[in-house]
């Protein structure tokens, strides 16, 4: 099993972000400065332990894995109405591949539906670790991991 | 002849991402037909031939063991092929899947290619049948 870990997040984020969007990111430990809007989404899990999964995206994040999903480019509408669905499946993948990764593969896991949406402030909570990336164009992705005792 | 294809997944994105997919992957295709659960699928087989179904697991009102499981128990339903895409799985789920009826199970993301050898093979095409 891995540990619950920045460096188990940061790994999964960008294999994710990269394998299903795309999209290539460096990890950062800057304090991130958040737009006017971001996307926000959460996910919980069921396993050997329960938990939660929050992802936040800067708004152009959100829109870039929408093209990348789609084909378009970033100033195609699609691509603008289709940003937090996005990031709604790319924390589904993230759920995903975290629950494998870290409970393996040979005990049930459970994921719940994506809620993911455009808001004026990040969603926040308890955290047991987190990672922060950022896009080639410098835009924030932050993964949240609050794991139950 | 064109394979007619029906792809259920609650996110719009991803629906779109699998025909893509199909579009990509080199295979005749015909129509694709879009389904956001697995009720609503159910609907859509009742509407149209369907050569084959690629089902997520994850979604509302109807997930997509249930779609399997009553797919499987229709006469007819059951002989349309399902491929789950879905997010990585415990391997019980995978084998539950695969015994309730599910032909073939791809772990999402993927690649045109894998989506194409395994059409083929379970179309008895490729270089291992299912």
């Known amino acids: 099993m891995s540990e619950a870990n920045a460096e188990l997040l940061t790994d999964i984020l960008?294999?994710?972000?990269?394998?299903?969007?795309?999209?290539?990111?460096e990890p950062d430990q800057e304090?991130?400065?958040?737009?006017?809007q971001v996307f926000a989404a959460t996910l919980a899990f069921e396993s050997v332990r329960g938990g939660l999964l929050r992802l936040t995206a800067a708004l152009p994040v959100g829109v870039e894995l929408a093209a990348n999903m789609l084909g378009t480019d970033a100033d195609d509408p699609e691509a603008v109405e289709n940003g937090r669905a996005a990031i709604s499946e790319i924390?589904?993948?993230?759920?995903?591949?975290?629950?494998?990764?870290?409970?393996?593969?040979?005990?049930?896991s459970q994921l719940g539906l994506p809620q993911?949406?455009?808001?004026?402030?990040?969603?926040?909570?308890?955290?047991?670790?987190?990672?922060?990336?950022?896009?080639?164009t410098g835009e924030?992705?932050?993964?949240?991991?609050?794991?139950?005792a | 002849m064109a394979l007619e294809?029906?792809?259920?997944?609650?996110?719009?994105?991803?629906?779109k991402m699998v025909r893509r997919a199909i579009g990509l992957c080199?295979?005749?295709?015909?129509?694709?037909?879009?389904?956001?659960?697995?009720?609503?699928?159910?609907?859509?087989?009742?509407?149209?031939?369907?050569d084959m179904v690629l089902a997520d697991i994850n979604m509302p009102v109807m997930n997509g063991m249930e779609l399997v499981e009553r797919m499987s128990a229709d006469a007819e339903l059951s002989k349309i092929p399902v491929i789950i895409v879905a997010t990585p799985m415990s391997e019980q789920r995978i084998e539950r899947l695969l015994d309730i009826g599910a032909r073939a199970y791809l772990a999402k993301p993927f690649r045109p290619e894998a989506l194409k050898?395994?059409?083929l093979e379970i179309l008895g095409k490729g270089e291992g049948h299912v």
């Not at chain 1, 304090?31 to 006017?36: F, N």
């Not at chain 1, 924390?91 to 049930?108: D, Q």
């Not at chain 1, 926040?124 to 896009?135: D, F, L, P, Q």
């Not at chain 1, 924030?140 to 139950?148: A, G, T």
């Open chain 1, 31 to 36: 304090p991130i400065e958040w737009g006017p």
């Open chain 1, 14 to 25: 960008g294999t994710v972000l990269q394998e299903s969007a795309f999209m290539f990111v």
């Open chain 1, 116 to 136: 993911a949406l455009l808001s004026s402030h990040p969603a926040t909570g308890r955290r047991t670790a987190a990672a922060v990336v950022r896009s080639e």
């Open chain 1, 91 to 108: 924390l589904n993948v993230i759920g995903g591949a975290f629950v494998t990764r870290y409970f393996g593969t040979k005990v049930p």
């Open chain 2, 117 to 119: 050898d395994l059409v």
């Open chain 2, 26 to 50: 080199g295979l005749e295709i015909g129509q694709v037909h879009e389904a956001g659960d697995g009720a609503e699928a159910l609907s859509r087989l009742a509407e149209h031939r369907v």
């Open chain 2, 5 to 15: 294809m029906l792809v259920v997944d609650d996110s719009p994105v991803t629906r």
């Open chain 1, 140 to 148: 924030p992705v932050l993964l949240e991991l609050d794991l139950e």
